[in-house]
């Protein structure tokens, strides 16, 4: 997950284009769904929270209760387990995510608590520099750490929010006091930061046999928006949690869901004709990632076809085919953790292990 965030007084400010982060949108922010959690950090035994890497679903869901508070990392030195802009919600018999590795986060929800109260912001500086010395920071790293209070009418929460529900980038800007959010970078004033937030990454699976069913389940998991569409499939929906269902003709869904620059499209289809339609809609698409499932010696006449149809150079250098990454397993959720790993791969830039049906 790669995460913008720059300050005014921060000698660079990288420019970066805001990456999808990995929680899947249900009610009510899209719908959003957050379990229950125990407001105190101290008194959970299993940190569960911690898997929520967005903190927007978690917001919503606290705003819709009640007044939430935000604790976002601005500043990082000598290393952490957490990237600056890593946040934690707050609210009303809930909390989200992590900020550490359980160094830091029950004394970050006193003074959350604290906030929730006085609604005063607070900056806390955790390892050098600290006035905590018996807070120990195993890692050696320095945090600094803004908890803001966020009321439910708040006007910048609610851009984030629906920027959010319509797959739309935003940019948070906030000193504690003030914020401001919007589609486009924003100049930071003295004492605040921007962080920058991308849509909810999607995962577009097509096929039904075991393979397309473990990489729909795992992606899932990881933090995807899924959907399996399996053309005249069953009219029950697969015993997969989270998963959208699709069932019409592959062009129609295709374009029903929308392929935009933050979903990846996974054909599995054994279909030669199936996996043609979904190639000529993914490849030419803003999707990021197609991978192909099916034999390399095979691959040329494929390829072949997709040149005949007119697809040019630059479509044909997106295709991963074989799909996945060269792990060696060939089990069902082997080749799911392939695909995935290649997917997030594709998505953070690093290349490396991929493997293209045409090289650029």
């Known amino acids: 997950m790669d ?75 000598g290393g952490g387990p957490r990237p600056v802009g890593a946040q934690m919600v707050f609210g009303d018999r809930l909390i989200s995510g992590f900020l550490s590795g359980g160094c830091i986060e029950a004394d970050v929800e006193v003074h959350a608590r604290a906030c929730l109260e006085d609604g005063v912001p607070r900056r806390l500086v955790y390892g050098e520099g600290s006035p905590w010395p018996d807070i120990r920071l195993l890692c050696g790293a320095r945090i600094e750490i803004l908890v803001e209070r966020i009321a439910p009418d708040d006007a910048a929460a609610r851009t984030l929010l629906d920027l959010a529900a319509a797959r739309l980038p935003a940019f948070w800007v906030s000193d504690g006091a003030r914020r401001i959010c919007a589609e486009e970078p924003q100049v930071p004033w003295p004492g605040a930061f921007e962080r920058a937030y991308g849509p909810v990454p999607r995962l577009v699976v097509i096929g039904g046999d075991p393979t397309a069913l473990a990489i729909a389940g795992l992606a899932t998991q990881s933090g995807h928006e899924t959907f399996l569409l399996r053309p005249k499939g069953p ?126």
């Open 3 to 77: 995460i913008a965030i720059r300050a005014r007084n921060s000698p660079t400010e990288p420019e970066a284009k805001p990456q999808g982060l990995n929680i899947r949108f249900l009610e009510p922010c899209r719908g959003v769904k957050v379990a229950p959690m125990t407001f105190d950090v101290k008194d959970a035994a299993w940190p569960m929270h911690g898997l929520a890497e967005d903190a927007r679903p978690a917001l919503a869901q606290a705003l819709s209760r009640g007044p939430a508070a935000l604790a976002t990392i601005v500043a990082l030195g």
């Open 235 to 360: 009219v029950a929906p697969p015993p997969l949690p989270g998963v959208a269902y699709r069932r019409e003709p592959l062009e129609e869904a295709l374009a029903a869901i929308g392929l935009d620059a933050w979903t990846s499209v996974a054909v599995c289809g054994h279909d030669l004709e199936q996996d043609h339609t979904a190639l000529m809609a993914a490849l030419p698409s803003p999707a990021p990632y197609v991978g192909l499932l099916g034999a390399r010696r095979r691959l040329p006449e494929r390829l072949a076809r997709l040149k005949a149809a007119g697809l040019g150079e630059r479509d044909l250098t997106k295709l991963r085919a074989p799909i996945g990454l060269d792990l060696g397993g060939k089990a069902p959720f082997e080749v799911a953790v392939a695909v995935i790993g290649e997917v997030m791969a594709t998505r953070h830039g690093q290349p490396a292990l991929e493997r293209r049906a045409v090289e650029a």
